[in-house]
């Protein structure tokens, strides 16, 4: 069975619903609920995720001992849902993935990316090696860096250099802050 999305105005309905349970009277502030409909609806429009945006942002609200559940919260609870979001993503991810990942990691530390996928390969051997793995080939290296840019958690960029240079494409790591998340 499938489900379509909801749009914001659908969301905005179901997390009117849920105020009542989740909070008491007069906590959220105008818009809260509509904000976290938005980016529900932006992102997936699916009412679990709005849903749980609206209580994230609620938790913030407690965490900071304030009466109120205000906007910038909601924009901090999306900040913190997805860097959970990339976190479960990696813990779930095939083994050689991590390792991938880990050898760009690694470039990245050094100051060497945006990286050729075979600059990544040297490290990731290396790391095969000391985990007691054979390594995988080219082509799925280059199929775990897809995979990672699918899932938002690296970024590529193809470069073109025509005849003389070929085409390639340079990864880097996405920019999150998990220091400061795991801070909050």
């Not at 913030?60 to 976190?87: G, K, M, S, W």
């Not at 590529?156 to 240079?165: D, H, V």
Request: hydrophobic share 35%; glycine share 8%.
């Amino acid at each position: 069975m499938s489900f379509s999305a909801y749009n914001a105005t659908d969301l905005a309905k179901v997390l009117k619903q849920r105020e009542s349970v989740a909070f008491h009277d007069g906590v959220l502030e105008e818009g809260v609920i509509e904000m976290c409909a938005a980016y529900g609806a932006k992102d997936s429009g699916d009412a679990r995720q709005a849903l749980d945006l609206l209580l994230e942002s609620g938790d913030i609200a407690r965490e900071r001992n304030v009466d109120h559940v205000a906007e910038e919260y909601v924009a901090q609870a999306r900040e913190r849902l997805q860097t959970d979001q990339v976190i479960e993503g990696i813990i779930n991810y095939s083994y050689h993935g991590q390792l991938v990942l880990w050898a760009l990691t690694l470039l990245q530390e050094q100051g060497k990316t945006p990286s050729r996928t075979r600059e990544i390969r040297e490290p990731y051997e290396m790391l095969c090696e000391r985990e007691g793995n054979d390594p995988v080939s080219d082509r799925a290296v280059r199929e775990y860096l897809a995979e990672l840019e699918t899932l938002g958690i690296i970024k590529s960029a193809e470069i073109n250099r025509g005849k003389s240079g070929g085409k390639f494409k340079k990864t880097r790591i996405e920019s999150v802050d998990l220091e400061r998340e795991s801070r909050s």
